[in-house]
């Protein structure tokens, strides 16, 4: 199944998503429910558009050899370096023709056999983490259920239900906090001081990633809550209008951490990039910039609404497929070997 096939399927079921064939966040931009944003939407383009700006340096005077992409995070091993991003309340934003259970069903299912693995996402409905958490216990805790800013009583609720699962990590989206249905709620919901932070990991006695850092400031931040691993994320730009792309920032976060620890060698914690990224060579681009890893949400979602479980499959082999192609054609051949060298900023 090919991804311009999995578009045609998608498009009769997706309700606001048009399952565009580059989705770049310009046909949804401000569109809520939906994959938009609460403002006017430019921050989803800049995020494709910013990774566009980078090129790739081709280099073939090299070994001709095999391309490992083995991508080993918090004592787990993947094929590739590649998670598909956090969905909630996919019946509210993507249609109906999946439910909670059977979305997270089929894409906990499709990328763990794929050789990556998904994070799950949360929502108002305490079904959605529900659901979310029943399915990665089916496998075997092979899942990231994200777990968004509540007050404290509820996220030791939802503590609970990741605990069950035997996830073997939990993220938490902080900046969630700027969705309008966590702002009004009681007790409050929202932003978390760093003390928080480190409350909520020692009570989940487990890896935490902390998503949604944009500054350099918010990563060292999340170094010292005891992160185990950061997303660099503006929540798909749908949060706050006016703010940089995940590109634009990644550099000078790479640069904090690296800083900190005295060195990419010595790093302690995984950077994980999101926003815009769309195809291998996009991959390629963060890594060289020194994520350790990407997510990707929305394409994901197209493919499962496009083609289920053979979809996300398809699509997964696919990015992963274009990942080593760039990197053969970069002259590396392991995620060790890349650097800043094989990229141009434009």
């Not at 991508?71 to 993947?78: A, C, Q, R, V």
């Not at 920032?249 to 994980?272: H, Q, T």
């Amino acid at each position: 199944m090919t991804y311009k096939e999995i578009i045609e399927n998608a498009k009769d079921n997706m309700g606001f998503c048009k399952a565009c064939i580059v989705c770049n966040g310009k046909v949804c931009k401000n569109s809520i429910p939906g994959p938009g944003a609460k403002g006017v939407g430019d921050v989803a383009i800049r995020n494709y558009d910013k990774w566009q700006n980078i090129r790739l340096n081709m280099d073939t005077i090299c070994e001709n050899k095999e391309i490992s992409t083995e991508f080993d995070f918090l004592g787990k091993k993947f094929k590739y370096p590649i998670f598909s991003g956090p969905i909630g309340a996919v019946e509210k934003h993507y249609g109906d023709k999946y439910t909670e259970e059977e979305y997270n069903n089929i894409m906990l299912k499709a990328c763990n056999d794929s050789g990556i693995l998904a994070f799950t996402g949360d929502g108002v409905n305490s079904n959605i983490m529900i659901e979310a958490t029943k399915q990665i216990k089916k496998q075997n805790g092979m899942g990231i259920p994200t777990v968004k800013p509540w007050s404290i009583n509820v996220i030791e609720e939802k503590l609970k239900l990741v605990k069950d699962s035997n996830a073997f990590a939990f993220a938490m989206d902080i900046d969630a906090a700027g969705l309008p249905f966590l702002k009004n709620l009681t007790p409050k919901a929202g932003s978390k001081t760093v003390e928080e932070l480190r409350e909520i990991k020692q009570i989940s006695n487990l890896p935490f990633i902390i998503k949604g850092i944009m500054t350099a400031k918010g990563a060292l931040k999340a170094i010292e809550a005891n992160a185990d691993a950061i997303v660099v994320s503006n929540h798909g730009g749908r949060v706050l209008d006016q703010t940089p792309a995940t590109a634009e920032v990644l550099p000078e976060i790479v640069e904090a951490v690296d800083s900190f620890y005295g060195g990419k060698k010595n790093r302690k914690i995984k950077i994980l990039v999101d926003g815009g990224i769309r195809t291998g060579a996009d991959i390629l681009k963060a890594l060289a910039i020194g994520a350790d890893g990407v997510l990707i949400a929305r394409t994901f979602v197209i493919a499962l609404y496009g083609g289920g479980y053979d979809g996300v499959v398809s699509f997964a082999n696919q990015l992963g497929s274009e990942l080593e192609d760039a990197m053969s054609m970069c002259g590396v051949h392991s995620l060790a070997d890349i650097d800043k060298s094989i990229v141009r900023i434009l």
